[in-house]
T-cell receptor
Framework: DAGITQSPRHKVTETGTPVTLRCHQT?????MYWYRQDPGHGLRLIHY???????DKGEVSDGYSVSRSKTEDFLLTLESATSSQTSVYFC?????????????FGPGTRLTVT | SQQGEEDPQALSIQEGENATMNCSYK?????LQWYRQNSGRGLVHLIL?????REKHSGRLRVTLDTSKKSSSLLITASRAADTASYFC??????????FGAGTTVTVRA
């Protein structure tokens, strides 16, 4: 999985609680992304980062925030989890030394909000 | 909103047959990529084709791109059980963000 880990891999949480998902890379890639995957929707971009402390919103950013204080870590926070945020979350990286556009994905985090 | 849309949504073929799936997109692109996702796993990059390329091969994969029709196809030849997966096209507009389609689920029967 190209040196990308996600934690936790599975989480069950209650509505209204904050949740933080972590993505860690060992590839020194510049760009990092958070997606959610839901049946029938493919992958939708939540937030992305183009450098340390540089982040921007994707198409489904409401209810989510991110932080990137180090090149290797990208955190996704659900400020107050809702049932509609039950999903599988994938982190991805790109922009390595070859500056290509391919993305490399982590193994995913399955989040259930009850 | 999704840029790419794959067709068909699902495909079932016999081992050894070829599998073809299509991707249509709406706006101009810099590159188009295809990814594979095995059940319960992250996506894996298969192939990238640039907007000035018409065809590209990688092993048993053949990708075509028709920018005038805003469409691409992925052909998997001589399919194997291990090709059972979902396949996604993704487009980028000269930045590092990708827009994914909803995918084609391919089942290869033994």
């Amino acid at each position: 999985d190209a040196g990308i880990t996600q934690s936790p891999r599975h989480k069950v949480t209650e509505t209204g609680t904050p949740v933080t998902l972590r993505c860690h890379q060992t590839e020194n890639h510049r760009y990092m992304y958070w997606y959610r995957q839901d049946p029938g929707h493919g992958l939708r971009l939540i937030h992305y980062s183009y450098g340390v402390k540089d982040t921007d919103k994707g198409e489904v950013s409401d209810g989510y925030s991110v932080s990137r204080s180090k090149t290797e870590d990208f955190l996704l926070t659900l400020e107050s989890a809702t049932s509609s945020q039950t999903s599988v979350y994938f982190c991805a990286i790109s922009g390595g030394k070859d500056r290509n556009y391919e993305q490399y994905f982590g193994p995913g985090t399955r989040l259930t909000v009850t | 909103s999704q840029q790419g849309e794959e067709d068909p949504q699902a495909l079932s073929i016999q081992e050894g047959e070829n599998a073809t799936m299509n991707c249509s997109y709406k706006t101009s692109i810099n590159n188009l990529q295809w990814y594979r996702q095995n059940s319960g796993r992250g996506l894996v990059h298969l192939i990238l084709i640039r907007s000035n390329e018409r065809e590209k091969h990688s092993g048993r994969l053949r990708v075509t791109l028709d920018t005038s029709k805003k469409s691409s196809s992925l052909l998997i030849t001589a399919s194997r059980a291990a090709d059972t997966a979902s396949y996604f096209c993704a487009t980028d507009g000269n930045d590092y963000k990708l827009s994914f389609g909803a995918g084609t689920t391919v089942t290869v029967r033994a």
